[in-house]
């Protein structure tokens, strides 16, 4: 059960919508910002460590010398973007002013600030506060988008795609620390987490969700690598408090309050056992020694040990948006294997999932966590990830896998397209197991859509969590179930099946032979699948990827085959069991096949060949880099499938038919109310 709240002003202008995508707008505003900084950066002398260094010691400040002009200039521009943000009553009058009022009554030594102006056209105070954790990132955006543009911040662009730094939408955050606020009954006195806190998008979702008070602050914690990144952070919350309460105190000391619970360090190192293999530093003995450079560079690092107050407790609320990228090699990374048991070993493919391992040993043990990472968490069948979702299902209390499509719109965004998940475990809620449909919604529908994702109960159906299915009903794990109890499958019928270019296949087999068929290796809104290979290659068809070319016994059975994969049964199992782009094997394993009846297979072969024969009408061509696709949808003949569906139906024992037409429509035109559902309704 979600319990909603009103969401905080924030939001809606930090998220994508229609017609409004964010990272755009964001980059727009941002240009402003960073040549402000280059010009200060050029010009600034502040006594950063005065003013900057945490009041706790050990959290792993690190300021390199030949960065301290940027830090500076960025400082700077938080403290104006905070006043601009909280409408302070230095607003117009520079970098200066702003400086001077982020430290009234601290009684230091401040320094001057350049007088640079900065050009950013923002005239609402609730959208330039919304902004703030994206506008405070010294690193442009890494979108398609940007890379054709602009060529200006190339570099930034690849370095932020290497180390896999996407930035949260606001709405991703709410609805994560939504979820994590569920079930659980929660105490005043719960610490929140972020593992890798970036500027503060996560923080600021969990400062409002603890109530917005000043002390608030005392609750929430972040490590991240990047030494800007607690600076940024501090400035996104300190704008936050100031709003919520304008008489709380100067904003340096609001700032300090956050920022000694940030640590600069290597997640990935972080120590959580209790009898540690590898020897920790033990923190409060050598405390002037570690400050300089990011925890765990040399060695593994324990939360405790730098922020002793949470000693014994755990964190009640973990959240991340970890990297995706490889593993970046250090002097200590040696350790991470044995740090994380489960997906240590693999962190040279991704070092996502390290966090999800991470996230639930530091769990408090009635705690609740929410990780967003990439699609394969939930989809992939490769290690670590059948064993990271066996280790989370084995743990006490609810386990939810939320997935969702790159397209229409993306969870980052419609110009970061990646399919994503969001994995969600709850230890003071009952046992179960949820799940959610490999979701889509459009910018148009993203406001309605995030907060209403459909989950299902999948505990206990076989073969889960090995793997995973995307379903968000119960007469969808019921038709799951039915498959899965059939006992003969497409595999069982085929007689041998072969990865070949459409081009190879007339090369390689004689062209009277008709008991084949091929299936494309990707798929989308419906399954490439062709009852006559060599006609796609007659019809122009060049691509040299492979597809999967399927031998029958005899020349009715491919027929009938055929028919079976263009059911919305085949589709829909491809779906709910795969990635959303591959078809694998997986396919072939769970499609159920007529069992040995005669008539069936004739029926259906005779569907088959009738429905091929209205494909080859609708030849879809499409090209790209120089390469010919052709395709023949089957999906338009309704009534052929109808029928396919209804003979199926019939001997799986769920006449699910209704329901899937339904489904796919629901999956294809995403956005009901859309002229171009009206459009494909005018086509039928
Ligand atoms: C995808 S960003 C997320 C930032 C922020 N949480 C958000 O959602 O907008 C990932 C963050 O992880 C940080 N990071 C990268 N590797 C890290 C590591 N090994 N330990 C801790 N933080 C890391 C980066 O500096 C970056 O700020």
Redesign the pocket.
């Known amino acids: 059960m979600i319990h909603r709240r009103t969401p905080p002003d924030w939001v809606a202008p930090s998220s994508p919508g229609h017609n409004r995508p964010l990272v755009p707008r964001v980059e727009r505003l941002a240009r402003g910002v960073r040549a402000a900084a280059v010009q200060v950066q050029s010009r600034v002398d502040l006594p950063f460590e005065d003013l900057y260094r945490p009041t706790r010691v050990g959290v792993g400040f690190t300021l390199p010398d030949d960065d301290l002009a940027r830090r500076s200039a960025w400082a700077l521009l938080g403290e104006w973007l905070v006043a601009a943000s909280v409408r302070a009553p230095c607003l117009g009058q520079g970098l200066a002013a702003a400086h001077d009022w982020f430290w009234q009554g601290s009684g230091r030594e401040i320094g001057t600030a350049p007088d640079v102006d900065v050009d950013l056209e923002i005239g609402d105070a609730v959208e330039l506060r919304a902004l703030l ?1 994206y506008l405070l990132d010294p690193m442009a955006a890494a979108t398609r988008r940007d890379v054709l543009s602009a060529q200006t911040t190339a570099h930034e662009r690849r370095s932020r795609k290497a ?6 939408p606001g709405d991703v ?1 709410y609805l994560m620390v939504e979820r994590v606020l569920s079930g659980h009954a929660g105490t005043d006195e719960d610490l929140w987490i ?6 503060g ?2 923080l600021r979702a969990a400062f409002c969700a603890l109530g917005g008070r000043s002390e608030a602050a005392d609750r929430l914690y972040g ?4 030494p800007i ?1 607690a600076e940024t952070a501090s400035f996104v919350l300190t704008a936050e408090d100031l709003v919520r309460n304008p008489d709380a105190g100067a904003p340096w000391e609001r700032w300090h309050r956050f920022r000694r619970n940030l640590a600069t ?4 190192l972080i120590d959580t056992s209790t009898t540690p293999a590898q020897p920790t530093l033990q923190f409060h003995t050598r405390t002037d020694a570690i400050d300089g450079h990011p925890l765990g560079r040399f060695e593994p690092w324990g939360l405790s040990a730098v922020f002793p107050e949470t000693a014994g407790r755990g964190f009640a609320r973990v959240i ?4 995706y990228a490889p593993l970046q090699r250090s002097a200590a990374t040696f350790h991470v294997p044995y740090l994380h048991g489960v997906t240590g070993r693999a962190a040279g493919a991704d ?1 996502s999932p390290v966090f999800v391992e991470l996230a639930a040993n530091i769990l408090s043990d009635d705690g609740a966590l929410a990780v967003v990472l990439p699609l394969s968490v939930v989809s992939s069948t490769r290690a670590p990830f059948p064993e990271l979702r066996q280790q989370l299902a084995a743990q006490r209390g609810w386990l939810e896998f939320l997935s969702f499509d790159r397209v229409p719109d993306a969870l980052f965004g419609d110009d970061i397209k990646t399919r994503n998940a969001i994995v969600h475990l709850d230890r003071s809620a009952p046992s179960d197991l949820t799940v959610s449909p490999l979701y889509r919604w459009t910018s148009r529908t993203r406001e309605t859509a995030l907060p209403n994702i459909p989950v299902v109960s999948v505990a206990g159906v076989e073969g889960v969590p090995g793997a995973i299915p995307k379903i968000g009903s119960e007469w969808e794990r019921e038709l799951l179930s039915a498959c899965g109890t059939h006992g003969t499958y497409l595999e069982h019928w085929q007689s041998r099946r072969r990865q070949l270019p459409l081009e190879r296949v007339t090369r390689s087999v004689d062209d009277v032979q008709s008991d084949v068929l091929a299936l494309a290796p990707t798929a989308y809104n419906f399954l490439g699948v062709m009852r006559d290979p060599f006609r796609a290659v007659t019809d122009g068809h060049n691509s040299q990827n492979g597809f999967s070319i399927i031998q029958f016994s005899s020349e009715r059975d491919a027929s009938a085959a055929y028919a079976l994969l263009s059911s919305r049964l085949a589709f829909w199992l491809w779906h709910v069991t795969g990635d959303g782009f591959h078809v694998t094997s997986t396919l072939h394993h769970r499609l159920p096949i007529p069992p040995g009846d005669e008539d069936r297979i004739e029926r259906l072969a005779d569907l088959g060949d009738r429905l091929w024969k209205a494909a080859l009408e609708g030849p879809v061509v499409s090209s790209n880099r120089g390469r010919t696709t052709v395709a023949y949808p089957t999906w338009p003949y309704t009534e052929l499938i109808d029928q396919i569906d209804a003979e199926v139906g019939a001997y799986i024992g769920v006449a699910y038919g209704a329901r899937l037409a339904a489904w796919h429509e629901q999956l294809v035109v995403v956005d009901l109310d859309s002229e171009r559902r009206n459009l494909i309704r005018r086509k039928k």
């Open positions: 954790p180390s896999g730094v996407y930035y949260t955050a972020d593992l890798a806190h970036g500027s998008v996560f490590v991240d690598l990047d990144a360090g290597d997640a990935l991340a948006n970890p990297p070092i």
